[in-house]
Protein backbone atom coordinates (compact mmCIF):
# COMPACT_ATOMS: atom_id res chain seq x y z
CA UNK A 1 0.00 0.00 0.00
CA UNK A 2 0.94 3.17 -0.67
CA UNK A 3 2.54 5.20 2.36
CA UNK A 4 1.73 9.37 2.30
CA UNK A 5 3.73 11.60 4.67
CA UNK A 6 1.29 14.73 4.95
CA UNK A 7 3.56 17.37 6.49
CA UNK A 8 1.25 20.08 8.46
CA UNK A 9 -1.97 19.38 9.97
CA UNK A 10 -3.78 22.43 9.06
CA UNK A 11 -7.35 22.50 6.68
CA UNK A 12 -5.50 21.33 3.89
CA UNK A 13 -2.89 18.68 5.61
CA UNK A 14 -6.01 17.35 7.70
CA UNK A 15 -8.54 17.47 4.75
CA UNK A 16 -5.81 15.39 2.20
CA UNK A 17 -5.11 12.92 5.10
CA UNK A 18 -9.27 11.98 5.01
CA UNK A 19 -9.30 12.20 1.44
CA UNK A 20 -5.91 9.88 1.03
CA UNK A 21 -7.52 7.84 3.50
CA UNK A 22 -10.88 7.56 2.25
CA UNK A 23 -8.80 6.25 -1.17
CA UNK A 24 -7.06 3.75 0.56
CA UNK A 25 -3.34 5.36 1.10
CA UNK A 26 -1.87 4.90 4.53
CA UNK A 27 -1.45 8.64 5.84
CA UNK A 28 0.62 9.70 8.80
CA UNK A 29 -0.17 13.58 9.43
CA UNK A 30 3.04 15.71 10.63
CA UNK A 31 2.41 19.05 12.55
CA UNK A 32 4.55 21.33 14.05
CA UNK A 33 2.71 22.82 16.51
CA UNK A 34 2.38 21.23 19.83
CA UNK A 35 -1.44 21.11 20.64
CA UNK A 36 -4.64 22.14 17.68
CA UNK A 37 -5.26 24.94 19.19
CA UNK A 38 -2.88 27.31 17.26
CA UNK A 39 -4.34 30.80 15.51
CA UNK A 40 -7.67 30.00 17.66
CA UNK A 41 -8.31 33.74 17.25
CA UNK A 42 -8.92 34.30 13.79
CA UNK A 43 -12.03 33.39 11.89
CA UNK A 44 -12.89 32.46 8.18
CA UNK A 45 -15.61 31.40 6.04
CA UNK A 46 -16.43 28.15 4.47
CA UNK A 47 -17.44 28.56 1.02
CA UNK A 48 -20.12 26.09 -1.08
CA UNK A 49 -17.49 24.59 -2.90
CA UNK A 50 -15.37 24.18 0.16
CA UNK A 51 -18.82 22.63 1.91
CA UNK A 52 -19.37 20.38 -1.12
CA UNK A 53 -15.41 19.31 -1.24
CA UNK A 54 -16.12 18.40 2.40
CA UNK A 55 -19.29 16.66 1.70
CA UNK A 56 -16.98 14.31 -0.60
CA UNK A 57 -14.89 13.49 2.60
CA UNK A 58 -17.82 12.26 4.81
CA UNK A 59 -16.97 15.36 6.79
CA UNK A 60 -20.08 17.89 6.84
CA UNK A 61 -21.08 16.18 10.09
CA UNK A 62 -17.63 17.24 11.87
CA UNK A 63 -17.68 20.94 10.59
CA UNK A 64 -21.60 21.89 10.62
CA UNK A 65 -21.42 21.15 14.32
CA UNK A 66 -19.21 23.83 14.95
CA UNK A 67 -19.55 27.75 13.40
CA UNK A 68 -22.74 28.90 12.08
CA UNK A 69 -24.08 29.32 8.76
CA UNK A 70 -24.79 32.19 6.23
CA UNK A 71 -26.68 32.44 3.65
CA UNK A 72 -27.09 35.73 2.33
CA UNK A 73 -24.76 38.61 1.57
CA UNK A 74 -25.72 42.58 2.52
CA UNK A 75 -23.67 45.43 0.87
CA UNK A 76 -23.71 48.38 2.17
CA UNK A 77 -22.39 51.76 1.64
CA UNK A 78 -19.96 54.38 3.52
CA UNK A 79 -23.21 55.65 4.32
CA UNK A 80 -24.94 53.04 5.63
CA UNK A 81 -27.07 52.42 2.38
CA UNK A 82 -28.34 48.93 2.21
CA UNK A 83 -27.00 48.45 -1.64
CA UNK A 84 -27.98 44.70 -1.89
CA UNK A 85 -28.95 41.95 0.01
CA UNK A 86 -28.71 38.70 -1.91
CA UNK A 87 -28.39 34.82 -1.55
CA UNK A 88 -25.13 33.55 -1.05
CA UNK A 89 -23.98 30.22 -2.56
CA UNK A 90 -25.89 27.30 -2.45
CA UNK A 91 -27.71 28.52 0.50
CA UNK A 92 -30.91 26.03 -0.03
CA UNK A 93 -28.79 22.93 0.75
CA UNK A 94 -28.07 23.04 5.03
CA UNK A 95 -24.86 20.62 3.98
CA UNK A 96 -23.20 23.02 1.33
CA UNK A 97 -24.37 26.72 3.24
CA UNK A 98 -21.66 29.29 3.84
CA UNK A 99 -20.63 28.72 6.87
CA UNK A 100 -18.12 31.18 9.71
CA UNK A 101 -15.98 29.74 12.12
CA UNK A 102 -13.26 30.42 13.87
CA UNK A 103 -10.25 28.48 12.24
CA UNK A 104 -8.49 27.17 15.32
CA UNK A 105 -12.13 25.03 15.71
CA UNK A 106 -11.88 24.27 12.26
CA UNK A 107 -8.39 22.87 12.43
CA UNK A 108 -9.10 21.33 15.60
CA UNK A 109 -12.33 19.65 14.43
CA UNK A 110 -11.16 18.52 11.33
CA UNK A 111 -7.98 16.74 13.00
CA UNK A 112 -10.15 15.03 15.60
CA UNK A 113 -12.66 13.09 12.96
CA UNK A 114 -9.16 12.05 11.04
CA UNK A 115 -8.05 10.66 14.62
CA UNK A 116 -11.43 9.06 15.07
CA UNK A 117 -11.27 7.43 11.66
CA UNK A 118 -7.57 5.80 13.13
CA UNK A 119 -5.41 7.95 11.20
CA UNK A 120 -1.65 8.88 12.69
CA UNK A 121 -1.05 12.27 13.73
CA UNK A 122 1.57 13.62 15.48
CA UNK A 123 2.08 17.26 16.98
CA UNK A 124 5.54 19.02 17.74
CA UNK A 125 7.13 17.20 14.93
CA UNK A 126 8.57 19.90 12.80
CA UNK A 127 9.73 19.09 9.21
CA UNK A 128 13.29 20.58 8.68
CA UNK A 129 14.09 18.54 5.70
CA UNK A 130 13.46 16.52 3.53
CA UNK A 131 15.44 13.31 1.33
CA UNK A 132 13.37 12.68 -2.16
CA UNK A 133 15.43 9.23 -3.27
CA UNK A 134 14.70 7.16 -6.16
CA UNK A 135 12.68 4.56 -3.79
CA UNK A 136 11.32 6.63 -0.82
CA UNK A 137 10.84 9.67 0.76
CA UNK A 138 12.25 10.43 4.16
CA UNK A 139 11.33 13.19 6.29
CA UNK A 140 13.70 14.93 9.20
CA UNK A 141 12.04 16.57 11.97
CA UNK A 142 13.47 18.68 14.71
CA UNK A 143 12.87 16.43 17.57
CA UNK A 144 15.63 14.66 15.60
CA UNK A 145 12.98 11.50 14.44
CA UNK A 146 12.67 10.72 10.83
CA UNK A 147 10.04 9.74 8.67
CA UNK A 148 10.09 7.77 5.43
CA UNK A 149 7.03 7.06 2.96
CA UNK A 150 6.43 6.50 -1.11
CA UNK A 151 5.26 10.28 -0.96
CA UNK A 152 5.35 13.30 0.67
CA UNK A 153 2.86 16.10 0.33
CA UNK A 154 3.68 19.33 1.60
CA UNK A 155 0.48 21.14 3.45
CA UNK A 156 2.55 23.32 5.32
CA UNK A 157 1.41 26.93 5.06
CA UNK A 158 2.58 30.27 3.91
CA UNK A 159 6.03 29.43 4.67
CA UNK A 160 6.07 25.91 3.91
CA UNK A 161 9.43 23.81 4.25
CA UNK A 162 8.90 21.57 1.31
CA UNK A 163 8.24 24.10 -0.71
CA UNK A 164 11.61 25.23 -0.49
CA UNK A 165 12.80 21.69 -1.76
CA UNK A 166 10.51 22.30 -4.79
CA UNK A 167 10.73 25.98 -5.65
CA UNK A 168 13.95 27.35 -3.86
CA UNK A 169 13.51 30.91 -4.03
CA UNK A 170 10.15 31.36 -4.49
CA UNK A 171 8.28 33.49 -1.46
CA UNK A 172 4.83 34.88 -0.74
CA UNK A 173 4.67 38.52 -1.49
CA UNK A 174 2.84 41.41 -0.21
CA UNK A 175 -0.94 41.69 -1.43
CA UNK A 176 -1.12 45.45 -0.60
CA UNK A 177 -3.68 45.36 2.22
CA UNK A 178 -3.37 44.52 6.29
CA UNK A 179 -6.31 42.64 7.56
CA UNK A 180 -7.28 42.57 11.23
CA UNK A 181 -10.05 40.35 12.72
CA UNK A 182 -11.89 40.44 15.76
CA UNK A 183 -15.01 39.59 18.06
CA UNK A 184 -17.38 41.15 20.31
CA UNK A 185 -20.00 40.17 22.33
CA UNK A 186 -21.36 43.61 22.98
CA UNK A 187 -24.79 44.15 21.31
CA UNK A 188 -24.88 43.32 18.24
CA UNK A 189 -25.55 46.05 15.30
CA UNK A 190 -29.02 45.38 13.54
CA UNK A 191 -29.68 43.20 11.19
CA UNK A 192 -29.83 39.36 12.91
CA UNK A 193 -27.94 36.68 11.90
CA UNK A 194 -27.73 34.37 8.92
CA UNK A 195 -25.96 36.68 7.03
CA UNK A 196 -22.25 38.50 6.23
CA UNK A 197 -22.50 42.08 5.53
CA UNK A 198 -19.53 43.78 3.75
CA UNK A 199 -18.93 47.97 4.05
CA UNK A 200 -17.38 49.42 1.21
CA UNK A 201 -16.33 51.96 3.74
CA UNK A 202 -13.81 55.51 1.91
CA UNK A 203 -10.85 53.73 4.41
CA UNK A 204 -11.40 49.92 4.69
CA UNK A 205 -13.42 47.32 3.33
CA UNK A 206 -15.22 46.30 6.09
CA UNK A 207 -17.78 43.18 6.73
CA UNK A 208 -19.28 41.48 10.25
CA UNK A 209 -21.47 38.64 10.93
CA UNK A 210 -23.43 37.77 14.03
CA UNK A 211 -23.67 34.16 15.52
CA UNK A 212 -26.62 32.93 16.86
CA UNK A 213 -25.57 33.59 19.99
CA UNK A 214 -25.12 37.14 19.50
CA UNK A 215 -21.43 37.63 18.96
CA UNK A 216 -19.95 39.88 16.07
CA UNK A 217 -17.38 38.50 14.20
CA UNK A 218 -15.48 41.08 12.37
CA UNK A 219 -12.69 41.69 9.50
CA UNK A 220 -10.95 45.37 7.98
CA UNK A 221 -9.06 45.60 4.84
CA UNK A 222 -7.00 48.31 4.98
CA UNK A 223 -4.92 49.65 2.02
CA UNK A 224 -0.88 50.59 2.93
CA UNK A 225 2.44 49.39 3.46
CA UNK A 226 2.98 46.64 4.84
CA UNK A 227 2.97 46.51 8.97
CA UNK A 228 6.87 45.62 10.52
CA UNK A 229 7.07 42.32 11.87
CA UNK A 230 7.75 43.59 15.28
CA UNK A 231 4.44 45.69 15.11
CA UNK A 232 2.26 42.99 14.18
CA UNK A 233 3.26 41.34 17.13
CA UNK A 234 4.38 43.80 19.83
CA UNK A 235 1.48 45.81 19.28
CA UNK A 236 -1.69 45.62 22.04
CA UNK A 237 -5.57 45.28 20.94
CA UNK A 238 -6.17 48.69 21.95
CA UNK A 239 -3.32 50.14 19.95
CA UNK A 240 -5.06 48.56 16.73
CA UNK A 241 -8.57 49.84 17.80
CA UNK A 242 -7.41 52.86 18.23
CA UNK A 243 -5.59 53.00 14.90
CA UNK A 244 -8.65 51.35 12.85
CA UNK A 245 -11.80 52.95 14.95
CA UNK A 246 -10.72 57.21 13.59
CA UNK A 247 -10.64 55.60 9.96
CA UNK A 248 -14.04 53.71 9.95
CA UNK A 249 -15.58 56.48 11.91
CA UNK A 250 -15.18 58.67 8.52
CA UNK A 251 -18.04 57.02 7.52
CA UNK A 252 -21.89 56.23 8.53
CA UNK A 253 -22.10 52.28 9.31
CA UNK A 254 -22.29 50.02 12.33
CA UNK A 255 -18.23 49.40 11.51
CA UNK A 256 -16.36 52.39 13.97
CA UNK A 257 -19.07 51.04 16.67
CA UNK A 258 -18.51 47.18 16.19
CA UNK A 259 -14.74 47.94 16.59
CA UNK A 260 -14.61 50.41 19.60
CA UNK A 261 -16.65 47.57 21.46
CA UNK A 262 -14.74 45.12 20.56
CA UNK A 263 -12.67 44.15 24.52
CA UNK A 264 -10.69 41.49 23.54
CA UNK A 265 -8.11 40.35 21.14
CA UNK A 266 -7.22 42.14 17.56
CA UNK A 267 -5.66 39.89 15.50
CA UNK A 268 -3.68 41.60 12.32
CA UNK A 269 -1.55 40.09 9.56
CA UNK A 270 -0.35 41.36 6.43
CA UNK A 271 -1.99 40.22 3.30
CA UNK A 272 -0.21 37.70 0.80
CA UNK A 273 0.23 35.72 -2.26
CA UNK A 274 2.23 33.24 -3.80
CA UNK A 275 3.71 34.32 -6.98
CA UNK A 276 1.61 32.41 -9.93
CA UNK A 277 3.78 30.05 -11.76
CA UNK A 278 5.20 28.40 -8.55
CA UNK A 279 6.27 24.94 -9.32
CA UNK A 280 4.08 22.33 -7.05
CA UNK A 281 6.28 19.14 -7.36
CA UNK A 282 9.64 17.15 -7.90
CA UNK A 283 9.93 13.86 -7.50
CA UNK A 284 8.08 12.15 -4.75
CA UNK A 285 6.82 15.74 -3.31
CA UNK A 286 4.29 17.73 -4.19
CA UNK A 287 2.84 20.72 -1.82
CA UNK A 288 -0.99 22.34 -1.81
CA UNK A 289 -3.13 24.50 0.07
CA UNK A 290 -1.50 28.19 1.18
CA UNK A 291 1.83 26.72 0.79
CA UNK A 292 1.36 25.99 -3.23
CA UNK A 293 -1.61 28.74 -3.70
CA UNK A 294 -2.02 31.48 -1.12
CA UNK A 295 -4.08 34.33 -2.20
CA UNK A 296 -4.94 37.13 -0.36
CA UNK A 297 -8.03 37.03 1.86
CA UNK A 298 -10.28 39.46 -0.03
CA UNK A 299 -12.23 36.29 -1.51
CA UNK A 300 -12.67 34.15 1.34
CA UNK A 301 -11.45 30.93 -1.18
CA UNK A 302 -7.73 30.08 1.11
CA UNK A 303 -9.85 27.29 2.91
CA UNK A 304 -12.14 26.26 0.52
CA UNK A 305 -9.51 25.65 -2.31
CA UNK A 306 -7.76 23.79 0.22
CA UNK A 307 -10.81 21.37 1.00
CA UNK A 308 -10.74 21.19 -3.00
CA UNK A 309 -7.14 20.00 -2.88
CA UNK A 310 -7.49 17.93 -0.79
CA UNK A 311 -10.27 15.91 -2.83
CA UNK A 312 -8.63 16.54 -6.41
CA UNK A 313 -5.06 14.94 -4.84
CA UNK A 314 -6.69 11.96 -3.53
CA UNK A 315 -8.80 11.37 -5.88
CA UNK A 316 -5.71 11.54 -8.68
CA UNK A 317 -3.65 9.60 -6.71
CA UNK A 318 -6.66 6.73 -6.52
CA UNK A 319 -7.11 6.37 -9.89
CA UNK A 320 -4.00 7.08 -11.89
CA UNK A 321 -0.58 4.48 -11.13
CA UNK A 322 2.29 6.22 -12.00
CA UNK A 323 2.49 9.07 -9.09
CA UNK A 324 4.31 11.78 -12.15
CA UNK A 325 1.30 11.12 -13.99
CA UNK A 326 -0.96 12.10 -11.23
CA UNK A 327 0.47 15.13 -10.20
CA UNK A 328 0.24 16.20 -13.81
CA UNK A 329 -2.98 15.47 -13.76
CA UNK A 330 -3.74 16.84 -10.40
CA UNK A 331 -1.87 20.23 -11.43
CA UNK A 332 -3.72 20.37 -14.69
CA UNK A 333 -7.10 20.27 -12.74
CA UNK A 334 -6.02 22.92 -9.94
CA UNK A 335 -3.76 25.59 -11.16
CA UNK A 336 -6.04 27.36 -13.48
CA UNK A 337 -8.57 27.88 -11.03
CA UNK A 338 -6.33 28.40 -7.77
CA UNK A 339 -4.38 31.54 -10.00
CA UNK A 340 -7.62 32.64 -10.77
CA UNK A 341 -9.15 32.74 -7.37
CA UNK A 342 -4.62 34.06 -6.22
CA UNK A 343 -5.51 36.77 -9.50
CA UNK A 344 -8.80 38.34 -8.59
CA UNK A 345 -8.36 38.52 -4.76
CA UNK A 346 -5.19 40.38 -4.88
CA UNK A 347 -6.79 42.77 -7.23
CA UNK A 348 -10.08 43.49 -5.21
CA UNK A 349 -7.30 43.71 -2.39
CA UNK A 350 -5.32 46.65 -4.26
CA UNK A 351 -8.38 47.99 -5.58
CA UNK A 352 -8.43 47.01 -8.80
CA UNK A 353 -11.53 44.64 -9.05
CA UNK A 354 -14.97 45.06 -8.18
CA UNK A 355 -16.17 41.89 -6.34
CA UNK A 356 -19.54 40.79 -7.83
CA UNK A 357 -21.11 41.19 -4.46
CA UNK A 358 -23.18 37.77 -4.01
CA UNK A 359 -20.91 35.14 -3.79
CA UNK A 360 -22.94 32.92 -6.24
CA UNK A 361 -21.30 30.36 -8.44
CA UNK A 362 -20.23 31.65 -11.43
CA UNK A 363 -20.45 30.59 -15.02
CA UNK A 364 -17.84 27.83 -15.27
CA UNK A 365 -18.54 26.88 -11.37
CA UNK A 366 -19.77 23.37 -12.55
CA UNK A 367 -16.53 22.19 -13.38
CA UNK A 368 -15.29 21.96 -10.00
CA UNK A 369 -18.06 20.14 -8.69
CA UNK A 370 -17.46 17.42 -11.24
CA UNK A 371 -14.37 17.28 -10.59
CA UNK A 372 -14.92 17.06 -6.48
CA UNK A 373 -17.52 14.35 -7.64
CA UNK A 374 -15.91 11.17 -5.61
CA UNK A 375 -17.24 8.18 -7.51
CA UNK A 376 -16.24 10.53 -10.65
CA UNK A 377 -12.79 8.87 -12.03
CA UNK A 378 -10.93 11.56 -11.87
CA UNK A 379 -9.22 11.14 -16.08
CA UNK A 380 -13.22 11.47 -16.46
CA UNK A 381 -13.90 14.72 -14.84
CA UNK A 382 -10.27 16.08 -16.34
CA UNK A 383 -11.02 14.82 -19.72
CA UNK A 384 -8.79 12.32 -19.77
C1 LIG B 1 -6.13 36.81 7.75
C2 LIG B 1 -6.64 35.67 6.96
C3 LIG B 1 -8.01 35.54 6.72
C4 LIG B 1 -8.50 34.48 6.00
N1 LIG B 1 -9.85 34.36 5.75
C5 LIG B 1 -10.32 33.32 5.04
C6 LIG B 1 -11.71 33.10 4.77
O1 LIG B 1 -12.59 33.86 5.18
N2 LIG B 1 -12.07 32.00 4.06
C7 LIG B 1 -11.15 31.11 3.62
O2 LIG B 1 -11.51 30.11 2.98
N3 LIG B 1 -9.84 31.27 3.85
C8 LIG B 1 -9.40 32.34 4.55
N4 LIG B 1 -8.07 32.50 4.79
C9 LIG B 1 -7.14 31.55 4.24
C10 LIG B 1 -7.09 30.28 5.01
O3 LIG B 1 -6.91 30.51 6.39
C11 LIG B 1 -5.94 29.49 4.46
O4 LIG B 1 -6.04 29.42 3.07
C12 LIG B 1 -5.96 28.08 5.01
O5 LIG B 1 -5.82 28.10 6.40
C13 LIG B 1 -4.84 27.30 4.39
O6 LIG B 1 -4.72 26.09 5.01
P1 LIG B 1 -3.34 25.32 4.94
O7 LIG B 1 -3.61 24.05 5.66
O8 LIG B 1 -2.82 25.29 3.56
O9 LIG B 1 -2.32 26.22 5.77
P2 LIG B 1 -2.30 26.54 7.31
O10 LIG B 1 -3.67 26.70 7.84
O11 LIG B 1 -1.34 27.66 7.49
O12 LIG B 1 -1.72 25.21 7.96
C14 LIG B 1 -0.36 24.85 7.83
C15 LIG B 1 -0.01 23.93 8.98
O13 LIG B 1 1.30 23.45 8.79
C16 LIG B 1 2.00 23.52 10.02
N5 LIG B 1 3.42 23.63 9.71
C17 LIG B 1 4.08 24.72 9.23
N6 LIG B 1 5.38 24.44 9.07
C18 LIG B 1 5.56 23.15 9.44
C19 LIG B 1 6.68 22.29 9.49
N7 LIG B 1 7.91 22.70 9.11
N8 LIG B 1 6.53 21.00 9.93
C20 LIG B 1 5.29 20.55 10.30
N9 LIG B 1 4.17 21.34 10.28
C21 LIG B 1 4.31 22.62 9.85
C22 LIG B 1 1.43 24.73 10.72
O14 LIG B 1 1.63 24.68 12.12
C23 LIG B 1 -0.05 24.64 10.34
O15 LIG B 1 -0.80 23.87 11.25
C24 LIG B 1 -7.58 33.54 5.51
C25 LIG B 1 -6.21 33.67 5.76
C26 LIG B 1 -5.75 34.72 6.48
C27 LIG B 1 -4.26 34.85 6.76
Known amino acids: MTRVLVIGGGIAGTAVALALHKAGLEVAVYEAHPDTAEDIGAFLTLASNGMRALAQLDATDAVTAIGFPLTSLRLLDSQGTELAHAPMGEADDPALRYRCLRRGELNAALQAEAVRRGIGLSHGTRLLSVDDGRDHVTARFADGSTATGDLLIGADGLNSTVRRLIAPGVRPGYAGQRVF ?55 TPAAWRDLLVPLLRKDATPAADIVAASSGRVMVTNATEMPLGTAWHSGRSLIIGDAAHAASPATGQGASMALEDAVVLAKSLRDIADTRTAFSVYEACRRPRVEHNITVSGQMSRGTHAPSGTGRPRPGDDEPARLLDWDTDIRTSAGR
Open 181 to 235: YGYTDGAPPPGGTGHITMVRGTEAAFGYAVSPEGETYWFARVTGEPLPADELTLA
